[in-house]
């Protein structure tokens, strides 16, 4: 049975409510395009993730995010970067919606157009989820090992709320960093200094 979850529970959609099947990779594709006003995400066990929209401060910290990454990125072009609405397909079998990404050129030069246009089969290089006041931190702790699980080689989880960031690396414990006025991404992403003044 597909469960629904709603960070807070708002009104779901009754199309939605009525769910009980296990939700496939090409029905959860029609649910996107169904609920384009959504953001939907998809367990690698089929259980479809209803987030509410963003409120403001979580979407002016994650504009700023994207903005430097995306400065960051024009600069270095060694990569392409993606916001927050990007749904990427892991090799897992989950749809999941990092809050910034990062992915290196030739693996977005080597899928075709029509997966560039879709959920890329790929996970990104470096991920980043934003912890919203409506995020619970266990939930956000497990996806981010799910990206390292699915060839992510870099992840930050920021916590607006604590002042943390916890930094993921495959194969290496997680390290907290308390209060950081700057996240460095080297070596992956050279002389990436993410600059969290804005975020706090």
């Not at 403001?56 to 060694?78: C, P």
């Not at 050129?105 to 997966?115: F, I, N």
């Not at 690396?169 to 200094?193: A, C, H, K, T, Y």
């Amino acid at each position: 049975m597909s469960r629904l979850f709603s960070r807070p529970n708002e009104c779901i959609p009754a199309d939605l409510a009525s769910l009980t099947e296990v939700i496939t990779p090409e029905r959860f594709e029609e649910l996107c395009r169904d609920h384009s006003d959504l953001r939907l995400e998809l367990t690698s066990t089929g259980e479809l993730i209803i987030m509410p929209p963003a409120g403001n401060t979580t979407s002016m910290r994650n504009a700023d995010l994207t903005y430097q990454l995306r400065a960051w990125t024009r600069k270095d072009g060694t990569g392409v970067c993606f916001d927050s609405s990007t749904v990427f397909a892991l090799p897992n079998n989950a749809r999941r919606s990092p809050d910034a990404a990062w992915l290196r050129r030739e693996k977005w030069d080597s899928l075709s157009e029509r997966q560039k246009e879709g959920f890329a089969p790929v996970c990104p290089d470096f991920v980043v989820e934003l912890r919203s006041r409506t995020d619970s931190l266990a939930h956000l702790l497990n996806k981010m090992l799910e990206y390292m699980a699915n060839g992510a080689s870099l992840g930050w989880l920021i916590d607006p709320k604590s002042q943390r960031v916890y930094v993921y690396r495959p194969d290496q414990n997680i390290v907290i960093l308390e209060n950081p006025e700057i996240v460095s991404g080297d070596p992956l992403l050279p002389g990436f200094e993410l600059r969290t003044a804005e975020l706090w």
